[in-house]
């Protein structure tokens, strides 16, 4: 449950904060794998509001990809669930997942992507915005997908032609998740959830390919 709605805030940080946990507390490592599934779970379904406003064509020509990502990190944490939970303190007050200061980098880095994207669209054209798009999603998955969105409903590229950089910017994602995990919980959680993350990705990829 924690991992679930810490993914709603920010699954990178919930993924570096379980990761913490693993380190303090090996016991913790399935669990806590488990955890960091949700916590992508949730973010992948907080994008789904985020790409219907920006665009809601984009959305409808995504839902296959994006339902197969989804799949596989839930299956993930659901084998996750299945195992022994371990023993682990109760939560205190400095280690809550929720905070407000994510709320507002979540909403600054949304308004930056969005400028900075408008800005390279209106001189690189497509490429532009695909570039941009894919350095954000290191940061922030939400803001990059919402700036595709808005390549799509501006008449910049039809919803097929934009899976191929939505893709991009899940593996982006992917790949800034990974590399968090790794440096926050060690070998053992980083390559167990970087596993879960690329086979989730590879299924989209295969959805994208034969839907």
Do not use: C, D, K, N
Request: hydrophobic share 65%.
């Amino acid at each position: 449950m924690a991992g679930f709605f810490a993914g709603f805030v920010s699954s990178t940080a919930a993924i570096a904060g379980f990761g913490q946990r693993v380190r303090a507390e090996p016991a913790l490592l399935r669990p806590s794998v488990a955890a960091a599934m949700f916590a992508a779970l949730a973010s992948l379904l907080l994008m789904l509001p985020v790409l219907a406003t920006a665009s809601a064509a984009l959305l409808s020509a995504a839902l296959p990809m994006l339902g197969a990502f989804a799949a596989v990190l839930a299956l993930g944490g659901a084998l996750g669930l299945s195992g022994g939970s371990g023993e682990a303190a109760a939560p205190t007050q400095e280690s809550r997942m929720f905070r407000f200061t994510h709320a507002l980098t979540f909403a600054a880095l949304m308004a930056g992507v969005l400028i900075a994207s408008a800005l390279l669209g209106a001189r690189f054209g497509h490429s532009g915005v695909v570039a941009a798009a894919f350095l954000a999603a290191l940061a922030e998955v939400h803001a990059a997908a919402a700036s595709i969105g808005q390549l799509v409903a501006g008449g910049g590229a039809s919803p097929t032609t934009a899976l191929g950089p939505l893709l991009a910017v899940l593996g982006a994602s992917v790949l800034a998740r990974s590399a968090v995990a790794f440096a926050s919980g060690g070998a053992a959680y980083g390559l167990r959830v970087a596993a879960g993350l690329a086979v989730a990705w590879l299924a989209a990829a295969t959805a994208w390919r034969w839907g």
